[in-house]
């Protein structure tokens, strides 16, 4: 054996040619995984949470309902598909609501905060989902809306049911850009040699899903509104109109940016960097044409269909204002001010005022307004409010998980070290 073999390899210096591929696959492709450390406080809680609730879900699943919630005839309806459905796919809308903004109204400036909300409103859908799947009494029957013999064309249910599980298919294909960034990112390996073949190809694809995405989520989002029109003698009057279709789809717009909102500037203090302000700032300010415009219809609802007076003659027209001041009417005043808009924390906090009364608003509908028949009542149990912190926790650890692995932010400077 020579003295040869002992010399240790040298370092292999890039040439001319290998810097410029390098930098061009980071101007086509600007976004990168964070790569920050994942098992802060933050997170370690969210994985106990999680934890927990897949226990419970078990339990559920195998010894049924009446083991863990307070679900009955009167009210088969509860927490699960008040919070982690219908409003859990409105909470979601930030997706549709942002391609919109980019690809239909040609507002190219808002391209970076496309893929975090389309991160979000993946995992968000993707909870929605197994909220029903953890709801439904004979859940290993879950597929029967896609057979053909099951489909009714005048349910509300059945097209809900269906866009849904169109979206999140949707939802998937918007992601695999992520997933072949990544693979070229990492420059190895036969996976990072077909991404770069396939890459272009589903860039002129895309708009396709893109379009096709926003079309089915406007039907579901009112669809969901929808479904309540079927019990005119259960829900109170002051929610009960043939609008209510309409204003669920002008609510889930409005609170779609202001979780984009909220996302951004969360993400920007986990990861240390700086939040989009002007983008933010620029969303917000969209939003307040939506906030006026649902305030002003259910106003016009109320003129419209001579029920202005429910307001004064019982507690539900408290709530019915409650929901109007916080959803509406308090936020568009405070992001009609410009230094409010261009303040993250300020802004973050209005966006939070926004998602709160979209929440009393789907809690309203779906439960607070609602009359069951006489000698039912309902509240759930601890392990039903268990179970839906669990599905929050999923999507929180969820993202970190998606934005610390794959190219789902804009790389920029660090701001500060990272919080969680």
Request: glycine share 8%; proline share 6%.
């Amino acid at each position: 054996m020579t003295e040869q073999n002992y010399r240790l390899p040298r370092p292999h210096l890039p040439t001319r040619a290998e810097v410029e591929e390098y930098e061009n696959v980071m101007e086509r492709y600007p976004r990168a995984p964070m790569r920050k450390p994942l098992w802060t406080p933050g997170f370690t809680a969210g994985v106990a949470i999680i934890i927990a609730g897949f226990v419970l879900v078990m339990i559920r699943l195998i010894f049924g309902l009446g083991a863990v919630t307070n679900l009955s005839d009167g009210y088969p309806w509860g927490l699960w598909i008040t919070f982690d459905v219908v409003i859990g796919i409105a909470l979601a809308s930030g997706g549709y609501t942002t391609a919109a903004l980019v690809y239909v109204f040609n507002q190219g400036q808002f391209s970076p905060l496309i893929r975090p909300a389309i991160t979000t409103a993946l995992l968000g859908y993707a909870m929605a989902a197994f909220g029903v799947f953890v709801d439904v009494g004979r859940w290993w029957q879950l597929y029967n809306p896609i057979l053909p013999d099951n489909w009714n064309g005048g349910s509300a249910l059945f097209e809900v049911s269906i866009c849904v599980m169109a979206y999140l298919t949707i939802l998937l294909i918007e992601y695999l850009p992520t997933l072949t960034d990544r693979w070229i990112q990492d420059g190895k390996g036969g996976l990072a040699r077909f991404s770069m073949k396939i890459r272009p190809w589903l860039d002129k694809v895309m708009i396709v899903f893109i379009l096709a995405g926003i079309v089915v989520s406007t039907l579901h989002q009112s669809s969901l509104g929808a479904t309540m029109l079927i019990a005119p003698h259960r829900l109170h009057e002051l929610w009960f109109t043939p609008w209510l279709p309409a204003f669920f789809l002008f609510s889930s717009v409005a609170v779609g940016w202001h979780v984009v909102i909220v996302e951004s500037v969360l993400s920007a203090k986990t990861f240390g960097r700086e939040p989009e302000m002007p983008l933010l700032a620029g969303l917000a300010r969209r939003s307040i044409l939506f906030l006026g415009f649902y305030v002003t219809m259910k106003f016009f609802d109320l003129v419209f269909y001579d029920k202005f007076h429910l307001l004064f003659e019982s507690w539900y027209g408290a709530l019915w204002f409650g929901e109007i001041l916080v959803v509406g009417m308090i936020p568009a005043l405070l992001l009609s001010v410009p230094w409010i808009r261009r303040n993250p924390r300020y802004l973050m906090w209005t966006s939070w005022l926004v998602i709160a009364g979209l929440i009393f608003n789907r809690a309203n509908v779906f439960m607070l307004a609602y009359s069951p028949p006489n000698g039912w009542s309902y509240f759930p149990t601890i392990w039903e409010f268990l179970i839906s912190a669990m599905m929050v926790a999923v999507i929180v650890v969820g993202y970190k998980l998606f934005a610390n692995y794959f190219p789902v932010l804009d790389r920029q400077e660090p701001a500060a070290n990272a919080k969680s």
